[in-house]
């Protein structure tokens, strides 16, 4: 069954369990950080800039995987994904989109941030930018802006004098993080890469290297290669494996480490977890390709400002969990837990399908010393400051794929054993069949003559 699986052939169920997803119910959580001090804060009355987690905006995530094309020359199979969001009403507080919230401005502070190394007189341009959109360091909007419609009256100013120094209008959170529309993603397949490289991926949009990272210009390698998207990952796992993930939201790959054996259901699935030090510096600074664009990171922190238009933003775990930053000394609000806070896939060890996984990431804007701005933008000198942070769970898989999964571990079980069943059968079916014939010719031997 395994070996038949490796070749993904379009009539079998597992194929069509890994097109359609429509039955696997992947929940996306939004936390958004909302500042409760703001004027206090700005006015130097308070030190510290008070965050306050919201509870959460609860999405569905629909997964989609098409234009399918299998190229036998070389065992690869390429297809095009597509991801959109689903709210979910009965999940989430009414009204809850509604609500207005107070958050920094992100467009404005990560400008600043990527400006700081350039030149006295354009820092002055942004000033009079600043200045002439009327537009201030704090945002008050709706939930729903903050997550779709976030259009700064400074972006607006900016277009409206230099259109190219703006990439996008729109930088609503999820607006921004689903803005493209198709994942164009090629892995490996079939019985020439075996179990260990199954599903494996080469590129990603026609690449081997995340997004906005080109070798061509000498940027540093950082590779998506031997990763998975989390829909399935290689067979026959162990407590060896380690298993890579990718999601573009991350804007890297990271490994997942055996963490033990977990029951789910009626299986038993193999936990594999991100480490505490898996956003660390990396001793050899030039193999670290997410150190920071804008200023060296902390430990625990990883630049994706590549996906998202260079603005200053670096991933941590939520609330800062298992790091402690220096730069986070200017806030409040951050409760690290474990349980909450960490990410992991349970996975069946055979199939390499995920039976409950939480991929979890929180974002926030990284702020160096800043100069020459105005008063206001430089009281964020040398700040991190948590955004959002966001969860996409797999609770569980449906009922028929767990029954299957079940029959096949049943099948397993008993196959050492039926050589012999079908041998005793055997032997069976021939003490029958001499014990019918012996009675037969004892009947015809005792059977009186016709005269």
């Known amino acids: 069954i395994l070996n038949d699986r490796l070749t993904m052939r379009e009539i079998m169920p597992y194929f069509r369990w890994w ?3 429509s039955d696997v119910l992947v929940t996306c959580r939004i936390f958004i950080f909302n500042v409760t001090n703001s004027k206090e804060w700005l006015d130097g009355e308070d030190d510290q800039l008070h965050l306050e987690e919201l509870v959460p905006i609860v999405y569905r995530e629909i997964l989609v995987h098409d234009n399918v094309t299998f190229h036998e ?45 350039d030149f006295f007189f354009v820092k002055k341009g942004l000033n ?7 537009d201030s360091v704090f945002s008050e909007m709706t939930i729903y802006d903050y997550l779709w419609n976030t259009k700064p009256r400074f972006l607006q100013q900016a277009r409206s004098i230099v ?12 607006s921004t993080m689903y803005e493209d529309p198709e994942e164009h993603v090629n892995v490996r397949y079939g019985r020439r890469y075996g179990n260990e490289q199954f599903f494996m991926m080469n590129t990603y949009e026609h690449e081997p290297t995340v997004p906005g990272f080109s070798l061509a210009r000498g940027d540093c390698f950082a590779s998506i290669v031997n990763s998975s998207e989390g829909a399935t990952y290689p067979q026959n796992l162990n407590e060896q494996s380690v298993l890579i993930y990718w999601r573009k939201t991350l804007c890297r790959a990271v490994p997942l480490y055996f963490d033990g054996r977990v029951q789910r259901g009626p299986l038993i699935g193999y936990k594999y977890s991100l480490p505490d030090n898996s956003y660390d510096r990396l001793p050899n600074s030039t193999a670290d390709c997410f150190k920071g ?3 060296p990171l902390e430990d ?4 994706i400002s590549k996906c998202y238009h260079d603005v200053s933003l670096v991933a941590t775990s939520p609330h800062f969990y298992a790091r402690n930053f220096t730069t986070a000394h200017k806030i409040t609000g ?7 806070h960490h990410s992991y896939t349970i996975v069946d060890p055979s199939f390499g399908i995920p039976l409950d996984q939480s991929a979890r990431t929180q974002t926030n804007l990284a702020i160096p010393k800043l100069t020459d701005y105005a008063p206001e933008i430089r009281r964020f000198s040398e700040m991190i400051i948590p955004m959002f942070w966001i969860e996409y769970h797999q609770k569980e898989l449906p009922e028929y794929i767990v029954r299957t999964l079940q029959a ?4 397993r079980d008993i196959e050492p054993y039926l050589p012999y069943g079908l041998y005793l059968a055997c032997v069976l079916l021939l003490v029958v069949a001499f014990r019918e014939a012996a009675r037969f010719n004892m009947q015809t031997r005792i059977a009186p003559s016709k005269c």
């Open 293 to 295: 664009r804008y200023g």
């Open 163 to 174: 259109p190219s120094m703006v990439p996008a209008e729109n930088v609503g959170i999820l």
């Open 334 to 340: 951050m409760k690290p837990n474990r349980e909450l």
């Open 19 to 21: 097109k359609d997803t």
């Open 73 to 117: 020359h070389n065992s690869t199979m390429s297809y095009i994904t597509r991801r959109h969001l689903v709210f979910l009403p009965e999940r989430n507080e009414p009204g809850i989109l509604n609500k207005t919230i107070i958050v920094p401005n992100t467009s404005l502070l990560g400008v600043a941030a990527r400006m700081e190394n």
């Open 300 to 303: 625990g922190s990883t630049d």
């Open 408 to 411: 096949f571990y049943v099948i």
């Open 128 to 134: 009079i930018v600043y200045s002439l959109s009327g």
